[in-house]
């Protein structure tokens, strides 16, 4: 793409809208690729959300499937770190970009791209629009079972820019954690997938209880239950719950996808992939 096109924003007299066509154009083209498409969302930040992705695109590859993984959270990307790809650079010949491939996972982040791991990414929102258009339109994504989308928090302009470019034929897959303050924030992600008319596959509620590794016992740290009443008040499907656990979080520091163990949190993680197969 030229200097000239890549500045152009579809209306100048240069080009004559012909840069918007050619982008809507590869944009369809690549997307029509692509089965299902899960955009992993919350209302607020600190819930598990980039955990849940990450997991989720593992658990779908382990069932045999072709998987995508892409990190949309340009301010905080976490997906290299979960999936110990922190050295991998994908590849551009100009055109397009080579997503990292992993078995039956194909994987790409904007923290794959930033030459500082540390570096602070300062962009607004236009910038954010035109990147994401980018990532969903000129990634060579092929053909995929399913593409995982892990969005930042909240309703602004990275949710609602990848769930309007994937209205047809996207779902949500929402995280919350089991505190109604955590649920109240979640409410406003439903009512905005409700107002853009985007498909919701379930809610996932995180760190609903904490099993002593000692003794057994279960204990409701964060109050329990607000997932389940969410998915019920808006009508949508409840996918499971996920332990306070130790393990998952030694599991994302280390880069191990923790759906890949034999633990109690695997085996319920398991099980929500399948629901979503359903």
Known sequence: MSEEEKKCSGNCSSCGGKCEDEG???????LSRIKRKL????????????????NLAVGLAIQGLTVGLLDADFHGPSIPKMMHLEEAQ??????????????KLKVLSIGMMIDEPDAAVIWRGPMKIAVIRQLLGEVAWGDLDFLVVDCPPGTGDEPLSVCQNLLDGGEAVIVTTPQQVAASDVSKSLNFCNQLGFKVAGIVENMSTF???????????????AGEELAKKYAVPFLGKLPLDPVICRSGDSGSPFVRMNTPAAAEFRKMV????E
């Open 39 to 54: 955009v992993v969302m919350s209302g607020n930040g600190g819930v598990g959300k980039s955990t849940v992705a990450a």
């Open 90 to 103: 994908p590849l551009s010949d100009g055109e397009t970009i080579q997503p990292v491939v992993v078995g």
């Open 24 to 30: 809507e154009r590869k944009l369809r083209l690549n």
């Open 274 to 277: 399948e629901k979503l197969l």
């Open 211 to 225: 099993i002593c590794p000692e003794c057994g016992k279960v204990t409701e740290i964060f109050s329990s239950g």
